[in-house]
């Protein structure tokens, strides 16, 4: 019997998960928390086999509950569940000791199999993201500027530099207005820009926006 345990700020999304899983014989959900504190605590408390984590979430993210449980030597293996599927978003959470990686958008089979996966002591990438990994490793001739930003400055770059604003990103990031623009003004100094176009512009070199949006970026910073 796999025993999992889910960490997501959204009931919603956790009773979806809950549904699918609890269908199949060889899975048991023995635990839930909305938040990363609390879904810490119960993970260590419980030791379940998976954990199954968001990475958006109150308090502490899902980059930072992982890297907790690694080293503090938990055997419960990590799979994360985010709407990010740029590098190198996914290979900070893997060096965090994440053992699957999935986009929340993925098919509940695909969830499954990745939990089993995870399971037996393997890891599991969505196609997509394994994919940009093994790119960004064949093309890096040097280390990221976007790898110098700690977890929570690079959620607050992707959401910026996707075209979001400060009030979409505390949203999104469960965080307040005033510690979103803490967290942008420091990340724009140890990235060297000055605004939303240079960050954009940035992200656009190192591959981290996506075809749709690398279109409609590179109109705004060729008006700009």
């Known amino acids: 019997m796999i025993r999992i345990v889910l960490v997501d700020d959204h009931a ?13 014989a060889d ?7 909305g938040d ?9 408390k419980l030791a379940p086999d998976v954990a199954i984590v968001d990475v958006h979430m109150p308090g502490i993210s899902g980059v930072e509950l992982t890297d907790r449980l690694r080293r503090s030597h938990s055997t419960t293996r990590v799979v994360i569940l985010s709407m990010i599927e ?34 037996s002591g393997r890891r599991y990438l969505a196609a ?10 064949m093309s890096a001739t040097q280390a ?24 979409e990103a505390a ?33 656009l070199l190192h591959g981290l926006l996506d075809a749709g949006l690398r279109g409609a970026h590179a109109e705004l910073i060729a008006r700009t």
């Open 12 to 24: 919603l999304v956790r009773t979806g998960f809950r549904m699918i899983l609890e269908r199949q």
């Open 27 to 33: 899975i048991e959900i023995v635990g839930e928390a």
């Open 36 to 44: 990363g504190e609390s879904g810490l605590a119960m993970i260590k």
């Open 86 to 119: 740029e590098a190198p978003f996914p290979r900070r959470l893997l060096d965090a000791g994440a053992s699957g990686y999935l986009s929340k958008s993925c098919a509940a089979d695909e969830l499954l199999h990745a939990v089993r996966e995870v399971a």
């Open 128 to 137: 997509s993201i394994a994919q940009q990994l093994a790119l960004e490793r």
């Open 144 to 167: 990221s500027p976007f790898d110098a930003l700690s977890a929570r400055e690079l959620e607050v770059a992707l959401m910026l530099a996707s075209g979001k604003d400060m009030g």
């Open 171 to 203: 949203l999104a990031l469960n965080l307040s207005g005033k510690t979103v623009a803490t967290y942008k003004y420091r990340l724009f100094a140890k990235l060297d820009v000055k605004n939303e176009v240079g960050l954009t512009h940035l992200a």
